[in-house]
């Protein structure tokens, strides 16, 4: 008999979670099971973080070699594993530097904190305006939830952080409206995750990058959910051209292992000098050895190409059943990063869907009221996705 249940969780944790009605257990590649040994087809990689699965050989293999060697030195010494991770980071993007957190809200409070530090050194205290975007989400810090342009997570924790100002998604002209000499950042996710799977448009990336260099602002790409092969490529903004100035990444990066970073160039990385910022866990060797093998499969270009040939099939599948069921209004995404936007019938109802999935052996998610998230592991088996897609064709049946 299992000495836990799902009512324990309503005794002895904090509720600001709801969590499922089962408890997983275990988990290998795309399937998860729980307490009662009922198997789950995975389509949420733990919210776009188990990108290789869960308990990938060769990345448990990496964590127990490490385990055995150095987890924890803090930051008064350097490690290797660190240092690998960072020349791995800095091959293969454009960043020249790297600094590593625990999460993506440390990846993100760092990336602003570096921004409006980097402003005052090199044009003095005024220039500290942080534009953001309505419906974005950067973390759950006061920092981070401020920026984030969702009221419901931010308001009633008393006064905010200052000087950020939030502007409709997409909209150019917005951001013209409010962009000046005081401006130190603008902050943006190349695809809105937490609030229905909002592609950015290109021309809107790129209107951002010009605003920003007429303005001496610095452009900040939250990568935390899409980068790391999620789009189908290394980070999205490979796939837009569009090159910031600060990029952070978590989630994935050590497929479920926490670690976040924070990616620069040496000239705006000059401002965070020693003691300016820190951190006690960042930069783990555990954590880090970790993540240089998962950086190793994830940018691998063949890896890339088959999450796009994965997201093809996905789609077209996604397309097929909703011209059998007609529950989807649009369908959206990049790579294996896929909202499908519930018709007005079903407004508010993603949740339902969620459960009765579940109910049905399928994991998946939502990304706000009307809109079913699906961010299966990028290397889902065909097995596994044929699998996944019946149960869901079951849920929507």
């Given at each position: 008999?299992?000495?836990?249940?799902?009512?324990?969780?309503?005794?002895?944790m904090i509720?600001?979670?709801?969590?499922?009605?089962?408890?997983?257990?275990?988990?290998?590649?795309?399937?998860v099971?729980?307490?009662?040994?009922?198997?789950?087809?995975?389509?949420?990689?733990?919210?776009?973080?188990?990108?290789?699965?869960?308990?990938?050989?060769?990345?448990?293999?990496?964590?127990?070699?490490?385990?055995?060697?150095?987890?924890?030195?803090?930051?008064?010494?350097?490690?290797?594993?660190?240092?690998?991770?960072?020349?791995?980071?800095?091959?293969?993007?454009?960043a020249?530097?790297?600094?590593?957190?625990?999460?993506?809200?440390?990846?993100?409070?760092?990336?602003?904190?570096?921004?409006?530090?980097?402003?005052?050194?090199h044009?003095?205290?005024?220039?500290?305006?942080?534009?953001?975007?309505?419906?974005?989400?950067?973390?759950?810090?006061?920092?981070?939830?401020?920026?984030?342009?969702?009221?419901?997570?931010?308001?009633?924790?008393?006064?905010?952080?200052?000087?950020?100002?939030?502007?409709?998604?997409?909209?150019?002209?917005?951001?013209?409206?409010?962009?000046?000499?005081?401006?130190?950042?603008?902050?943006?996710?190349?695809?809105?995750?937490?609030?229905?799977?909002?592609?950015?448009?290109?021309?809107?990336?790129?209107?951002?990058?010009?605003?920003?260099?007429?303005?001496?602002?610095l452009?900040?790409?939250?990568?935390?959910?899409?980068?790391?092969?999620?789009?189908?490529?290394?980070?999205?903004?490979?796939k837009?051209g569009?090159?910031?100035?600060?990029?952070?990444s978590?989630?994935?990066?050590?497929?479920?292992?926490?670690?976040?970073?924070?990616?620069?160039?040496?000239?705006?990385?000059?401002?965070?000098?020693?003691?300016?910022?820190?951190?006690?866990?960042?930069?783990?060797p555990?954590?880090?050895?970790?993540?240089?093998?998962?950086?190793?499969?994830?940018?691998?270009?063949?890896f890339?190409?088959?999450?796009?040939?994965?997201s093809a099939?996905?789609?077209?599948?996604?397309?097929?059943?909703?011209?059998?069921?007609?529950r989807?209004?649009?369908?959206?995404?990049?790579?294996?990063?896929?909202?499908?936007?519930?018709?007005?019938?079903?407004?508010?109802?993603?949740?339902?869907?969620v459960?009765?999935?579940?109910?049905?052996?399928?994991m998946?998610l939502?990304?706000?009221?009307?809109?079913?998230?699906?961010?299966?592991?990028?290397?889902?088996?065909?097995?596994?996705?044929?699998?996944?897609?019946?149960?869901?064709?079951?849920?929507?049946?």
């Amino acid at each position: 008999m299992n000495t836990y249940s799902r009512q324990t969780f309503d005794q002895v944790m904090i509720q600001n979670y709801a969590p499922a009605d089962f408890i997983p257990v275990k988990g290998k590649g795309c399937r998860v099971w729980d307490q009662a040994g009922r198997e789950y087809i995975d389509f949420t990689s733990g919210i776009a973080v188990n990108a290789l699965g869960h308990c990938p050989d060769e990345i448990v293999a990496v964590l127990k070699q490490q385990g055995e060697t150095l987890w924890h030195s803090s930051n008064w010494f350097t490690n290797e594993p660190a240092l690998a991770l960072a020349g791995k980071l800095t091959d293969k993007t454009f960043a020249e530097r790297v600094m590593f957190v625990n999460s993506g809200a440390e990846a993100n409070e760092a990336a602003l904190k570096l921004a409006r530090r980097y402003a005052f050194d090199h044009f003095g205290a005024q220039k500290s305006k942080i534009i953001s975007f309505k419906q974005s989400f950067h973390g759950r810090t006061l920092f981070t939830v401020s920026v984030g342009g969702q009221a419901k997570y931010s308001d009633g924790f008393g006064p905010k952080p200052a000087d950020i100002v939030h502007v409709p998604f997409n909209d150019l002209a917005a951001v013209n409206a409010v962009i000046d000499d005081h401006t130190c950042a603008v902050i943006v996710e190349p695809i809105q995750g937490e609030s229905g799977v909002q592609p950015a448009t290109p021309a809107f990336l790129q209107g951002l990058r010009r605003l920003c260099d007429e303005n001496n602002a610095l452009l900040i790409f939250d990568e935390v959910q899409t980068g790391l092969g999620r789009t189908g490529h290394f980070y999205a903004y490979m796939k837009y051209g569009v090159t910031p100035d600060i990029l952070t990444s978590a989630k994935a990066l050590a497929n479920g292992f926490p670690i976040g970073a924070m990616m620069t160039t040496d000239n705006i990385a000059a401002s965070f000098t020693p003691g300016v910022h820190g951190t006690t866990f960042g930069g783990n060797p555990l954590a880090c050895a970790v993540a240089a093998k998962v950086v190793d499969i994830l940018s691998a270009p063949e890896f890339l190409a088959n999450v796009n040939r994965t997201s093809a099939q996905f789609i077209a599948a996604l397309n097929s059943l909703n011209q059998k069921y007609a529950r989807f209004k649009q369908i959206r995404g990049e790579g294996l990063l896929i909202g499908a936007e519930l018709i007005d019938r079903y407004r508010g109802k993603a949740a339902d869907f969620v459960k009765k999935a579940a109910d049905n052996g399928l994991m998946i998610l939502v990304a706000g009221p009307n809109v079913l998230r699906f961010a299966p592991a990028l290397n889902i088996s065909a097995e596994e996705l044929t699998l996944g897609l019946e149960r869901l064709e079951e849920t929507l049946r």
